[in-house]
């Protein structure tokens, strides 16, 4: 319980940093809040999500 929540804290914190700084500098560029393995992982999985089909019901 304890490690499930310190790593909520370090996402809940990054959350809040990403917040506040994409307000003041909303051009500040992905590579000063995440690293290059961060920054892969998120294309590939916005690639498979625009490939995925939208379904409604």
């Known amino acids: 319980m304890r490690r499930a929540i310190g790593i909520n804290l370090v996402i809940a ?3 809040m940093l ?3 700084l994409g307000r003041e500098t ?3 560029p992905a590579e000063i ?4 393995v961060e920054l892969r992982t998120l294309h590939a999985y916005a690639k498979k999500k625009i490939k995925t089909p939208f379904v409604t019901r």
């Open 13 to 15: 914190w990054r959350i």
């Open 33 to 36: 809040l995440f690293s290059d």
């Open 18 to 20: 990403m917040t506040l």
């Open 26 to 28: 909303p051009e500040l």
